[in-house]
């Protein structure tokens, strides 16, 4: 478990290729981790980053907070932006700064 206003890139890259499971919902979507990307510097330490997962293709989330869980992290809420639809679905995209 951590504090996503510490949290930095490298904590995330041992999620990536796991599930998150959007608990806010209704019924819970399940994401996969797809990329971890550092963006250069931020006003964290280690700079600032950005995740981007993969969602289902018969459903889109809308741009606001969600409550995401993960074994690994705990239960957080992130603001996820959909930023691209492709053939296996949508893709969503968070920005730590």
């Keep these: 478990m951590f504090d996503l206003k510490d ?9 990536q290729e796991q599930e998150f499971v959007v608990k ?13 990307k550092k963006l250069g510097s ?17 459903r889109m989330l809308a741009q606001e907070i969600h409550v995401l869980s993960h074994p690994g992290i705990g239960e957080h809420e992130l603001f996820l932006v959909p930023v691209a639809q492709q053939e296996a679905g949508f893709q969503y995209e968070a ?3």
Excluded: C, M, N, Y
């Design 7 to 15: 949290v930095t890139a490298e904590q995330f890259l041992e999620f």
């Design 24 to 36: 806010s919902a209704e019924p819970p979507v399940l994401l996969k981790l797809v990329e971890v």
């Design 42 to 58: 931020g006003e964290r330490d280690g700079g600032a980053f950005s995740l981007l997962w993969q969602g289902p293709a018969d």
């Design 95 to 97: 920005i730590f700064t």
